[in-house]
């Protein structure tokens, strides 16, 4: 069947299985790979994509449920706060192997947008479903504390 | 974690004094490339490397008419930043600009790309060497570059090569002539061979050392286009994940896909020497395919013990007498029945995954022409470019491997036999090579195809004299070896093997009798290198049965390692560094405690002070101090970085790691049941670095091992009981 998507802003139509998880129609089908397969069962976060606004795994969305919501992925995620986490990230070195980062980035933008000026109890709570194996969340919670001030000034 | 090994490999040693460096070059598509000029080593014994002539991608620097500069880094990336150290140390001696600058992974020739550090005989990254192996390396190859550079414009412009500078990617002279790399590349390439470069000075290094330089990856990796061997795309390529048997060792006895192919998407569904792999056009219909599908298996071979009877038997043979003696001073079994006092612990070490973020995969394409392409985390390229060779059928110098960086690696991508690379060639193969074939392994497969962090135990035995002094030392170490039944196997001396007892066997403390045993067990349950490798285990074991000596002697922890290491200078001004940065001889705020740890490990040492608070029996990690001496710190904020990152990484294996076996089956299979450290219990970490020109050694592993010992010694200092069984959360809140 073909199910009509929103991502990043571009409407197209997909002809997947019902049950096909969000993830593998922007890698496999649209060919965004900038979203990552790290679980397959939420627990991980490396296939953060912004529904509707709001930070989502992708790994556990099915493509039916995903009609008619406005998908954002990495590649499309765009805005000064995005612009100004990115930037961010770059200047403290934030990644390592950088393949989680995708999805931290998104979280962190989602939670930007909603809290503007995180403390780190929520930085805990928004980000601690994103896991990063190189453990680089000390240059995270810092990355999300530099935004925020930048976005302040 | 592959120190010494490779050797074992393949005896036969290259040639590695600076003879070993001469740089050749050559005109690449009217472009220089700097590389080595003489004929690349006869092939490895297992996986034998391609001949120089066959494989295109040679040399170090590709300065290609536009400007670019490509390295092409023999050490590969999966996170520890070895592209962005060679980058620097390219960049330092060419003079470059860093918007110049793109890395490559580089394969196929043994001779230009062999890890130094392991005799030159394969190209390998492991045992944090990347810098070791590369720091003359790659600067001779930036200087000869600049040199030929240099020598290009002095003759299209008529003057003495003394009267140009090349700086910030460009090169003039005193009379306001100027150009690009880009410009002289052509000609720079026809420049005869620089026959003795001068390196700089250490105390002309702008990059070296300069801890304001940006990894020049870090854009890529936070916009989504740094590609990943998870995103490689091919004409016509499949996707393929391999149904494996439930228990090690067992193997298919028959299959039915009739079910699998019905699955819209699937291909094909073949059998493979691993077992069954469901081929499709996408990762969704081949996950459904493999739910499908019917394999049964024949266990008759499989290991079908669970954990906890591994366990039990490791620790009724620790204390039975050991097998092999790794190290042994003086009389220690004489010293331990004349002591005063003797104070016995045994340690418990439970199996580990590497879980990294990127699950296995590799990707395998025949080409008409017959060459084969694999695609893939290399870590050791020699070796899984002769594996692909074999399994195709084609000569070695027919393969190319492209080395893709990974998401995090931790060792599990240094496989002996080839493993998810063998894999995707196999699956190509069964598909008669009609189309490229990425195989994707699943959450699942990662955490549950083998290759652990072995489990291990320790029994310890202190001796104090009369005086209180510490006069005997016995250490019994128990677990499977690492590298027994591998090609690595020639790593094993007099029954032991060294990866077992490193950290535990080579204490620098001053104590007269010393002896570290080990027994080798005989298990099925895959087993191989786990960042830090024996130090995972061993800087626990040590550091917190050392703390439980020094609490019963009633001494401060820190003064009396400083008085055991009076014969180690290097550890001492490591441990001295934390203690006086973490104000160890001041009180820990109201309700904080502290603890302690200091380990060498990959030719580093760290020193660990950790602060905690505990409640309800549980630790809260605040903060951490850590000391490193890596020798000449060549991208301080990467050190930074991996010292930070391997705190975290250390942290979270002893806090709640644990990988467990039930009748042979491995229970965990996510990360809701495997549980790495996540954000709300990384504790600030502060990373010290002592003042060196030793040349450069480890970091991506010396951050691991000794945080875990520190928190044990904390928890103790608060209190609380001694952790002896690995993970803490066994134990903890209660």
């Given amino acids: 069947m073909a199910y009509n998507l929103n991502i990043n802003g571009e409407q197209k139509s997909f002809d997947v299985d019902e049950d096909m998880p969000l993830l593998w129609v922007i890698?496999?089908?649209?060919?965004?790979?900038?979203?990552?397969?790290?679980?397959?069962?939420?627990?991980?976060?490396?296939?953060?994509?912004?529904?509707?606004?709001?930070?989502?795994?992708?790994?556990?969305?099915?493509?039916?449920?995903?009609?008619?919501?406005?998908?954002?992925?990495?590649?499309?995620?765009?805005?000064?706060?995005?612009?100004?986490?990115?930037?961010?990230?770059?200047?403290?070195?934030?990644?390592?192997?950088?393949?989680?980062?995708?999805?931290?980035?998104?979280?962190?933008?989602?939670?930007?947008?909603?809290?503007?000026?995180?403390?780190?109890?929520?930085?805990n709570d928004a980000l601690s479903g994103n896991l990063c194996r190189c453990a680089t969340y000390q240059r995270i919670r810092a990355g999300i504390h530099e935004a925020a001030k930048r976005l302040e000034a | 974690m592959l120190n010494k090994i490779i050797p074992a490999l393949n005896p036969g040693k290259i040639e590695t004094s600076r003879r070993g460096f001469l740089l050749g070059a050559s005109a690449v598509a009217g472009g220089l490339m700097v590389g080595m000029r003489s004929a690349p080593v006869s092939a490895a014994s297992s996986g034998a490397a391609a001949g120089e002539p066959a494989n295109p991608l040679t040399g170090y620097i590709h300065i290609a008419p536009d400007n670019s500069v490509t390295i092409l880094?023999?050490?590969?990336?999966m996170g520890q930043g070895p592209y962005h150290g060679l980058a620097t140390l390219v960049v330092e001696e060419l003079g470059a600009d860093w918007s110049q600058i793109d890395v490559k992974g580089a394969a196929g020739n043994t001779k230009l790309y062999g890890n130094i550090m392991w005799?030159?005989?394969?190209?390998?990254?492991?045992?944090?060497?990347?810098?070791?192996?590369?720091?003359?390396?790659?600067?001779?190859?930036?200087?000869?570059?600049?040199?030929?550079?240099?020598?290009?414009?002095?003759?299209?412009?008529?003057?003495?090569?003394?009267?140009?500078?090349?700086?910030?990617?460009?090169?003039?002279?005193?009379?306001?002539?100027?150009?690009?790399?880009?410009?002289?590349?052509?000609?720079?390439?026809?420049?005869?061979?620089?026959?003795?470069?001068?390196?700089?000075?250490?105390?002309?290094?702008?990059?070296?050392?300069?801890e304001?330089?940006?990894?020049?990856?870090?854009?890529?990796?936070?916009?989504?286009?740094?590609?990943?061997?998870?995103?490689?795309?091919?004409?016509?390529?499949?996707?393929?994940?391999?149904?494996?048997?439930?228990?090690?060792?067992?193997?298919?006895?028959?299959?039915?896909?009739?079910?699998?192919?019905?699955?819209?998407?699937?291909?094909?569904?073949?059998e493979i020497p691993r077992g069954v792999a469901v081929v499709g056009e996408h990762m969704w219909a081949v996950i459904k395919g493999r739910e499908a599908l019917m394999v049964e298996w024949d266990e008759a071979q499989a290991e079908t013990r669970g954990s906890a009877e591994i366990m039990a038997d490791y620790k009724a043979r620790a204390g039975d007498a050991q097998q092999a003696t790794a190290r042994t001073e003086?009389?220690?079994?004489?010293?331990?029945?004349?002591?005063?006092?003797?104070?016995?612990?045994?340690?418990?070490?439970?199996?580990?995954?590497?879980?990294?973020?990127?699950?296995?995969?590799?990707?395998a394409r025949k080409n008409a022409d017959g060459t084969l392409e694999v695609w893939g985390g290399h870590q050791i390229p020699d070796v899984y470019q002769g594996i692909s060779a074999k399994i195709a059928g084609v000569k070695p110098e027919?393969?190319?491997?492209?080395?893709?960086?990974?998401?995090?690696?931790?060792?599990?991508?240094?496989?002996?036999?080839?493993?998810?690379?063998?894999?995707?060639?196999?699956?190509?193969?069964?598909?008669?090579?009609?189309?490229?074939?990425?195989?994707?392994?699943?959450?699942?497969?990662?955490?549950?195809?083998?290759?652990?962090?072995?489990?291990?135990?320790?029994?310890?035995?202190?001796?104090?004299?009369?005086?209180?002094?510490?006069?005997?030392?016995?250490?019994?170490?128990?677990?499977?070896?690492?590298?027994?039944?591998?090609?690595?196997?020639?790593?094993i001396k007099d029954g032991v093997d060294s990866t077992s007892v490193e950290g535990a066997s080579n204490i620098p403390y001053g104590i007269q009798n010393i002896n570290v045993g080990l027994t080798t067990t005989d298990v099925k349950v895959p087993v191989l290198w786990w960042r830090a490798v024996g130090s995972?285990?061993?800087?626990?074991?040590?550091?917190?049965?050392?703390?439980?000596?020094?609490?019963?002697?009633?001494?401060?922890?820190?003064?009396?390692?400083?008085?055991?290491?009076?014969?180690?200078?290097?550890?001492?001004?490591?441990?001295?560094?934390?203690?006086?940065?973490?104000?160890?001889?001041?009180?820990?705020?109201?309700?904080?405690?502290?603890?302690?740890?200091?380990?060498?490990?990959?030719?580093?040492?760290?020193?660990?002070?950790?602060?905690?608070?505990?409640?309800?029996?549980?630790?809260?990690?605040?903060?951490?101090?850590?000391?490193?001496?890596c020798g000449i710190a060549v991208n301080p904020d990467t050190i930074k970085a991996q010292l930070e990152g391997g705190t975290g990484f250390g942290l979270g294996s002893i806090l709640a790691e644990e990988l467990t076996l039930v009748n042979g089956e491995v229970e965990q299979g996510n990360y809701d049941t495997y549980t790495p450290l996540r954000i709300d219990a990384m504790p600030q970490v502060d990373v010290h670095i002592v003042p060196s020109t030793n040349k450069p050694t480890g970091v991506g592993e010396p951050g691991v091992p000794s945080i875990g010992p520190a928190v044990a010694n904390a928890i103790a200092a608060a209190g609380g009981r001694r952790i002896r069984v690995l993970p803490m959360s066994k134990s903890m809140g209660t």
């Fill in chain 2, 536 to 629: 995972t285990h061993t800087a626990y074991a040590v550091e917190s049965f050392l703390d439980e000596v020094i609490a019963e002697v009633g001494a401060d922890p820190y003064a009396y390692r400083m008085e055991l290491l009076k014969d180690h200078p290097r550890h001492a001004a490591v441990l001295k560094l934390a203690a006086d940065k973490a104000g160890w001889n001041t009180p820990a705020p109201e309700g904080r405690f502290r603890g302690l740890a200091v380990h060498e490990s990959f030719a580093s040492v760290v020193a660990h002070i950790a602060e905690i608070s505990m409640e309800n029996g549980t630790p809260t990690v605040h903060k951490v101090t850590v000391a490193v001496d």
């Fill in chain 1, 27 to 123: 890698r496999d089908v649209a060919g965004l790979t900038g979203t990552k397969f790290g679980c397959g069962l939420a627990q991980c976060g490396a296939c953060t994509v912004h529904v509707d606004g709001v930070p989502t795994r992708s790994c556990q969305l099915q493509v039916s449920d995903a009609v008619g919501s406005t998908i954002t992925t990495i590649e499309g995620v765009t805005g000064k706060v995005a612009e100004t986490v990115q930037k961010v990230w770059a200047d403290l070195d934030v990644p390592q192997c950088g393949y989680c980062q995708s999805g931290q980035v998104m979280a962190a933008v989602a939670l930007l947008n909603e809290t503007p000026k995180p403390t780190d109890e929520d930085i």
């Fill in chain 2, 212 to 270: 304001k330089l940006r990894r020049f990856d870090s854009a890529a990796k936070t916009n989504g286009t740094h590609g990943f061997t998870i995103d490689v795309k091919l004409d016509g390529m499949l996707t393929a994940v391999v149904a494996h048997p439930p228990k090690f060792g067992a193997r298919v006895k028959s299959f039915d896909a009739t079910e699998a192919l019905k699955v819209r998407g699937v291909t094909d569904v073949v």
């Fill in chain 2, 73 to 77: 880094s023999s050490q590969f990336d």
């Fill in chain 2, 398 to 491: 027919q393969v190319t491997m492209h080395v893709m960086t990974t998401g995090g690696g931790f060792g599990r991508r240094a496989v002996a036999d080839g493993d998810v690379v063998a894999e995707a060639v196999s699956v190509a193969k069964a598909i008669d090579f009609k189309a490229p074939v990425k195989v994707q392994w699943t959450r699942e497969d990662d955490m549950r195809g083998g290759r652990y962090r072995p489990a291990y135990v320790h029994s310890f035995k202190a001796g104090l004299d009369k005086d209180n002094k510490l006069v005997a030392w016995h250490n019994h170490i128990v677990g499977q070896s690492i590298v027994a039944g591998t090609p690595f196997e020639g790593l």
């Fill in chain 2, 119 to 210: 005799g030159g005989a394969v190209q390998g990254t492991g045992g944090s060497t990347s810098m070791a192996t590369s720091f003359d390396r790659y600067r001779q190859a930036g200087a000869a570059a600049r040199e030929m550079l240099i020598a290009a414009a002095a003759e299209t412009w008529g003057v003495a090569a003394s009267e140009i500078t090349i700086s910030g990617g460009k090169l003039t002279d005193t009379s306001g002539n100027s150009a690009t790399f880009g410009d002289m590349a052509a000609k720079a390439a026809t420049m005869p061979l620089p026959q003795d470069v001068k390196l700089k000075d250490a105390d002309e290094w702008t990059q070296i050392g300069n």
């Fill in chain 2, 330 to 363: 003086g009389d220690t079994a004489a010293a331990l029945a004349a002591a005063a006092k003797v104070i016995e612990a045994t340690y418990e070490f439970p199996y580990l995954a590497h879980a990294a973020m990127e699950p296995l995969n590799a990707v």
